[in-house]
T-cell receptor, first 112, second 112 residues
């Protein structure tokens, strides 16, 4: 099976930088995704890593280390609208299809 | 906005009833996945449809079933509803089995 761990809650200040960690265990790793989900809304795609290293997209960056089973999402220049749940999800080759296994999400609160 | 639409947005049923949820995938997407998201949890994979055939299934009982139509829209059917089936049901579409998922806003199902 798969196991994905991420912190339940984090709080940060507007304008600051926050790093949300995710560790995973999977038998057939085939990519790691980060999604953002505001309360009552659909998850929206933020980033995708399949090879080791850093992927940067504007204020958001995501890092992956496959040997360590570790990823993080880095959010810079935090804004109030970044308050949301951040979901780490792993895709593996077993079970067929494009199945993603999600963590429980990290609820980020951005304060003034 | 992802272009994935789900209906209805909210639904209330009683235990033992049956429910059908509907999803229209984003234009050009031939793969549809369904996820169940309980309050405070990450989405859990139910199953995926690719070109009208089930292509991967999660750990859900047979009373959860689905269909995909020639226009790639999809239905999720749940029979013999139980109280624990109360959740947000998310539909996601993609262009293939290894592409990122675009989620709809979901159907909030309450079973009383």
């Amino acid at each position: 099976g798969q196991n994905i761990d991420q912190p339940t809650e984090m709080t940060a200040t507007e304008g600051a930088i926050v790093q949300i960690n995710c560790t995973y265990q999977t038998s057939g790793f085939n990519g790691l995704f980060w999604y953002q989900q505001h309360a009552g809304e659909a998850p929206t795609f933020l980033s995708y890593n399949v090879l080791d290293g850093l992927e940067e997209k504007g204020r958001f960056s995501s890092f992956l280390s496959r040997s360590k089973g570790y990823s993080y999402l880095l959010l810079k220049e935090l804004q109030m609208k970044d308050s949301a749940s951040y979901l780490c999800a792993v895709r593996d080759r077993t079970g067929g299809g494009n199945k993603l296994t999600f963590g429980t999400g990290t609820q980020l609160k951005v304060e003034l | 906005e992802t272009g994935v639409t789900q209906s209805p947005t909210h639904l209330i049923k009683t235990r033992g009833q049956q429910v059908t949820l509907r999803c229209s995938s984003q234009s050009g997407h031939n793969t549809v996945s369904w996820y169940q998201q309980a309050l405070g949890q990450g989405p859990q994979f139910i199953f995926q449809y690719y070109r009208e055939e089930e292509n991967g299934r999660g750990n859900f009982p047979p009373r959860f079933s689905g269909l995909q139509f020639p226009n790639y829209s999809s239905e999720l059917n749940v029979n013999a509803l139980e109280l624990d089936d109360s959740a947000l049901y998310l539909c996601a579409s993609s262009t293939g089995r290894n592409e990122k998922l675009f989620f709809g806003s979901g159907t909030q199902l309450s079973v009383l």
